[in-house]
């Protein structure tokens, strides 16, 4: 592939995110997961909802953030964890500047920034995106197993899925999130 060479090439090339779809519940037996593109709109949903409770919080940013933050996927794939101990260091994250800078090409470079603060995760903005990355990923696996869907109890054994950014709101959801897993005899 090329450089998108035009805004009309990078809202064609868009269109494939809907059609990529989440490999870690492939790998899991989820039949029919969700896409990529679904997982980016619950993702900016949670950060436009949760963004308001936290002070100081430039949420208009974090949305700019969210935006893309998944973008390179259209390139490389939606890469599992299991996947990152199959390369080098640094790797996957240098492919994937790589695979945005063609993505992105007819925008301003401030969108290729946009990545690069969420890829560093220093700021609010950037932290709040991860967690409600990770924070949209859990949710999917309690809907999942909800509906008997795959085997995806292992998702709840790793710490590294429960990231809150050192903010309440993004706490509090998780918390409510195991209590309801809890009650449902998860």
Same mark, same amino acid.
């Given at each position: ?7 009309? @090439? ?7 995110? @809907?059609?990529?779809? $989440? ?6 037996? !989820? /039949? #029919? ?8 709109? /619950? ?13 100081? *919080? @430039?949420?208009?940013?974090?949305? =700019?953030?969210?935006?893309? +933050?998944?973008?390179?996927?259209? $390139?490389? %794939? ?10 080098? @260091? ?26 690069? =603060? ?14 409600? #990355?990770?924070?949209? *990923?859990?949710?999917? !696996?309690? !809907?999942?197993?909800?509906? %008997? ?8 054994? +790793?710490?590294?899925?429960?990231? #809150? %950014? #050192? ?10 999130? $195991? ?5 449902? %005899?998860?």
């Amino acid at each position: 592939m090329r450089a998108n060479g035009t805004l009309l @090439d990078l809202c064609l090339e868009l269109q494939i995110l @809907d059609r990529v779809p $989440r490999s870690g519940y492939v790998l899991r037996g !989820v /039949h #029919d997961p969700e896409s990529v593109t679904e997982h980016s709109w /619950h993702v900016l949903f949670l950060v436009w909802t949760l963004g308001p409770r936290i002070e100081g *919080l @430039d949420v208009a940013h974090a949305v =700019e953030i969210a935006l893309i +933050h998944d973008l390179a996927e259209l $390139r490389i %794939g939606d890469l599992p964890r299991v996947a990152s101990r199959y390369f080098p @260091d640094g790797a996957k994250k240098s492919a994937e500047l790589a695979a945005l800078e063609e993505i992105l090409a007819p925008l301003p470079a401030s969108a290729l920034d946009h990545y690069r =603060e969420y890829q560093e995760g220093i700021t609010p903005e950037a932290r709040l995106v991860k967690a409600c #990355d990770k924070l949209q *990923l859990m949710l999917k !696996v309690a !809907v999942y197993e909800r509906w %008997g869907t795959g085997a995806l109890g292992e998702f709840w054994d +790793h710490p590294e899925n429960f990231p #809150d %950014g #050192d903010f309440a709101p993004v706490r509090e959801l998780f918390d409510a999130l $195991r209590a309801w897993r809890a009650e449902a %005899g998860g």
